[in-house]
């Protein structure tokens, strides 16, 4: 079944490959990769598959190869590739048995993986005609009705915000952030399993203030967990190979004991479980 096409994806450019259709009936997407045994994106063991292209161009991006709707070049390695849904299963199943002894499963992420709807769309119906669990990790920049239509049959949502102030976040993101609160809103109307995740980021978006109007809006929606991700330079070895500037490398990282006292005192006031990573 064709969702959408290419024309209703919500894009700055897009590689033609991207959602390609086989005859009609095979349906390819772009990927820069797939991690088995993460544990850290949805419940239990999971496998994450990393789709390529994003609208935001975040500039703490551990995975900057995740930003480009092209296949690229990254050092003296080829960054994405072609897959069909049947290539991303068979490795997918592997592990099933694992993501039954742990309540794990798939897990969608990005780049954003409601860029390529059709993909994601025919990804998530046959981990469920496996009965495989998916989780998605979306920022939400995405139009309502393809939203809607993909997130409302996933088993949990990881959902992204970044910055609560409009402005800031198209200062610094390039994108506003009317449409990403606008979906949650939506979303949480359908009583679905949402996760808000924050990366904290020094300098950025690790006010009090950033983080207590994150967990009020969630409180206000009817969200009832807040994840906070502390900064890290994991992958700022990669700007390098992509030939791209990495700008955050002065900024110190918050310490964890911080964040844990924000979270503390947030968790006092609103009915809202929040963890540290």
């Known amino acids: 079944m064709i969702l959408y096409g290419e024309q209703s994806i919500i894009q700055i450019s897009c590689n033609k490959n991207v959602e390609k259709m086989k005859n009609n009936s095979e349906i390819e997407g772009l990927i820069f990769n797939i991690q088995r045994y993460s544990i850290h994106d949805g419940p239990g063991i999971r496998t994450i598959v990393f789709l390529k292209g994003c609208p935001m161009v975040c500039p703490w991006c551990s995975n900057p190869e995740s930003q480009s709707f092209e296949i690229e070049q990254m050092g003296n390695e080829q960054v994405g590739r072609i897959v069909s849904v049947d290539d991303v299963m068979n490795i997918v199943k592997r592990d099933k048995p694992f993501y039954k002894k742990s309540g794990g499963g798939l897990t969608i ?10 993909f994601t769309k ?40 970044k910055i609560m102030d ?32 924050v990366p904290i980021i020094p300098g950025y978006n690790d006010s009090y203030e950033n983080l207590y109007e994150t967990a009020e809006f969630c409180h206000n929606n009817r969200i009832k967990e807040l994840h906070f991700l502390p900064y890290h ?29 924000y979270a503390k005192e947030i968790q006092d006031k609103y009915d809202i479980i929040i963890k540290v990573h």
């Open 109 to 118: 992420s990005g780049g954003e993986p409601l860029m390529q709807p059709t």
């Open 166 to 197: 409009s402005k800031l976040h198209k200062e610094i993101l390039k994108v506003n952030n009317d449409l990403i609160l606008q979906n949650i809103k939506k979303l949480s109307c359908l009583n679905k399993q949402i996760v808000v995740r």
């Open 122 to 161: 025919e990804l998530i119906d046959e981990a469920h005609n496996n009965d495989i669990n998916v989780a998605v990790e979306t920022s939400g920049f995405q139009k309502w009705e393809i939203v809607k239509e993909i997130l409302k049959i996933v088993d949990y949502i990881l959902y992204d915000i």
């Open 233 to 261: 330079q994991f992958g700022v070895h990669k700007y390098k190979k992509l030939n791209r500037e990495y700008t955050l490398n002065n900024i110190e990282t918050n310490s964890k004991e911080t964040i844990l006292n």
